[in-house]
């Protein structure tokens, strides 16, 4: 971690709302995609709100639902490799 210098300014803003994005690229056969998804959320001015854990949160949800995609994309193409039998 770096040291702090005496005369550094230290931010004093306050976050309102926190986003993510998660997206990856996959090739299945001869074909490309590239799933995101991405979610903003609202920060409220509640006592006990844990940011770090707010963020932690959210990251947890975007890269669960491009998992979901990437899933899906996997059993249409099993689906589509089995159907071609």
């Known amino acids: ?7 550094t300014y230290e ?3 306050i976050p309102t ?5 998660s997206r ?3 090739k299945k056969g001869d074909t ?3 799933l995101e998804y991405s979610e903003e959320r609202m ?11 707010e963020r932690k949160l959210l990251w947890d949800v975007v890269n ?3 998992d979901a995609q990437a899933e899906e994309i996997e059993e249409l193409y099993k689906k589509e490799r089995f ?3």
């Open 1 to 7: 971690m770096a040291k702090k210098k005496a005369d």
């Open 24 to 26: 990856i690229s996959l």
């Open 17 to 21: 709302k926190i986003s993510a994005t």
């Open 64 to 66: 669960a639902e491009v």
């Open 11 to 13: 931010s004093k803003a």
């Open 32 to 34: 490309f995609y590239t």
């Open 43 to 53: 920060i409220p001015d509640l006592p006990g709100v844990n940011l770090e854990a």
């Open 83 to 85: 159907c071609k039998k």
